[in-house]
């Protein structure tokens, strides 16, 4: 390095350059977003937990998917308002690192749990006679542990690759929050390892794991053809298609943003990708699920029907 260059302490978030006004619309509009999310996934979570018919393999893995929402909204989106109603829209470096660190681990994870709950439906549906000996609660403790593990191992990854580059300038980056690839635009060295260690992650978290999914889903449609009656075939792809949604939109945006070749022009619709894997993803997994699943919205309405009772009771005691 030359010896007029200074490593950067801290990183400017350009996010939206908006007016005043529109910045606290988007600020009041996106803390909406923010509060739906965290009270969806909440609720789902809390009513998988409270409801022992729920106690099953699907509903385990879908009160992991609740949380890693939660906590990947709550991991961009604060730092995202506070920096609309703030001028100065610096981060410090290491805050931004850990930032990047954990977006990179809840969104591996979450990628990892997809297709874990993929393989759930198509044991469910291909194989239902041996469906409680194959997923059984010591596979699906392993198959969780191992889909936390492997996000945070490759996120620590990253992490270390991005540390060990000098980072002396510019400050300035064009997202919303601490995201990989636009962090890496400001290292002052060559970042090639690190351009073929994200492409390797893609393949493996990304490629991989939405092949697995297509595949087991080939296998499901063929089992769900075969059976007889109306009402099982839509029992079946009922069961299905939520996740299949939630796949959709999931791995369609990651895809864009991670393996289409970048360019300046598409700086700005990679925002807003981001945005809407940050902020609008996490939303709607809840809505998906609940609208689309008989069992989540019948375990709601018992526990609204059991609040009541409680309200009564307490009611005539007093």
Not at 38 to 57: A, M, Y
Not at 151 to 174: E, K, M, Q
Not at 215 to 238: C, D, N, P, W
Request: charged share 10%; net charge positive.
């Amino acid at each position: 390095m030359e010896g007029n260059q200074t490593w950067i302490t801290d990183i400017t978030l350009l996010g939206f350059q908006v007016g005043p006004a529109l910045a606290i619309l988007l600020c009041g509009l996106f803390s909406v977003f923010y509060t739906l999310t965290l009270l969806g996934n909440g609720v789902i979570f809390g009513i998988i937990c409270l409801d022992s018919k729920l106690h099953t393999p699907m509903y385990f893995f879908l009160s992991h998917l609740a949380i890693i929402d939660m906590s990947y909204a709550s991991n961009n989106v604060p730092k995202m308002l506070a920096n609309l109603m703030n001028q100065k829209r610096t981060i410090s470096f290491v805050p931004c690192i850990m930032q990047t660190f954990l977006y990179l681990a809840f969104a591996v994870t979450e990628c990892l749990i997809l297709v874990v709950m993929s393989y759930d439906r198509y044991v469910a549906i291909c194989h239902p006679l041996q469906y409680t000996v194959i997923m059984s609660w010591r596979v699906c403790t392993i198959l969780a542990v191992m889909s936390w593990s492997c996000g945070f191992a490759l996120s620590l990854v990253h992490a270390i690759l991005l540390l060990r580059l000098p980072f002396c300038g510019p400050r300035d980056v064009n997202h919303l929050f601490c995201e990989i690839l636009s962090i890496l635009k400001l290292a002052c060295a060559d970042t090639w390892v690190n351009q073929v260690v994200i492409f390797a992650t893609c393949v493996f978290v990304l490629v991989g794991p939405l092949s697995l999914i297509l595949v087991s889903y080939m296998h499901i449609l063929g089992a769900i053809l075969k059976i007889q009656t109306k009402e099982g075939r839509i029992k079946a792809f009922s069961t299905c298609s939520s996740h299949l949604c939630v796949v959709g939109l999931f791995f369609g945006i990651a895809m864009v943003v991670y393996m289409v070749p970048d360019s300046n022009q598409r700086e700005e619709q990679e925002k807003m990708l981001s945005l809407f894997h940050s902020v609008f993803n996490p939303m709607l997994n809840p809505l998906i699920y609940s609208l689309r699943n008989a069992q989540l919205k019948g375990a709601l309405h018992r526990a609204l029907q059991r609040k009541r009772s409680m309200r009564t009771v307490y009611g005539l005691c007093l």
